[in-house]
């Protein structure tokens, strides 16, 4: 099982500013991974996939970077929209499909 | 629209079963490979199952093999799982969710809002 490990756990950031989230993954994945974003009481939303490909009616201020076991998810310039959860995911070997533990970014 | 809506949840006993459907609707359903995704309360996400849109392709994560099944009917437009001997662990919020392609398992494009299963005598 390739383990997903996401890096901070929390980031603050002031709206404005730029976010950068990691998502480390225990064995190469090629560009198989995504990102997902998740507000309280909400499903999760699919941001990124293909490591770096933003899915359909994603504002271009989410970018996504890396391949093999490093990856980045950029938010170039936080709106208050955007302080929620986010998720990695890896689908390059399943089962199973794994979910790194997620960062918060919330505000400074 | 497209829209994932999931039912069947509810409160049943730790060695019991439970039936989840998932009904798909605004989309072609047998396009897409489909999957349930979990989240305890207050954890992160945990994938289930998932299958390919004929059914070919299934896979489970090992917390739960050899207790659920995983289903779908494409006259019906509907996704589901068959829980048995359920466990307190099992208790989580149940999405139902869309794959971006047919066959391989990929990432998921189109969410339900989940329906709740507690396990507790």
């Known amino acids: 099982e390739i383990v997903m490990t996401q890096s901070p756990a929390t980031l603050s950031v002031s709206p404005g500013e730029r976010a950068t989230l990691s998502c480390r993954a225990s064995?190469?994945?090629?560009?198989?991974l995504a990102w997902y974003q998740q507000k309280p009481g909400q499903a999760p939303r699919l941001l990124i996939y293909g490591a770096s490909t933003r899915a359909t009616g994603i504002p271009a201020r989410f970018s996504g970077s890396g391949s093999g076991t490093e990856f980045t998810l950029t938010i170039s310039s936080l709106q208050s929209a955007d302080f929620a959860l986010y998720y990695c995911?890896?689908?390059?070997?399943?089962?199973?499909?794994?979910f790194g533990g997620g960062t918060k970014v919330e505000i400074k | 629209e497209v829209q994932l809506v999931e039912s069947g949840g509810g409160l049943v006993q730790p060695g019991r079963s439970l039936r989840l459907s998932c009904a798909a609707s605004g989309f072609t359903f047998d396009g897409y490979a489909m999957h349930w995704v979990r989240q305890a309360p207050g954890k992160g996400l945990e994938w289930v199952s998932g299958?390919?849109?004929?059914?070919?392709?299934?896979g489970y994560a090992d917390s739960v093999k050899g207790r659920f099944t995983i289903s779908r009917d494409n006259a019906k437009n509907s996704l589901y799982l068959q829980m048995n001997s359920l466990r307190a662990e099992d208790t989580a919020l149940y999405y139902c969710?869309?794959?971006?392609?047919?066959?391989?398992?990929?990432?998921?494009?189109?969410w339900g809002q989940g329906t709740m299963v507690t396990v507790s005598s």
């Open positions: 299958i390919s849109w004929n059914g070919v392709n299934i």
């Open positions: 995911q890896q689908y390059n070997n399943w089962p199973p499909l794994t």
């Open positions: 064995q190469s994945v090629d560009s198989n």
């Open positions: 969710a869309r794959d971006l392609y047919s066959i391989s398992f990929d990432a998921f494009d189109v």
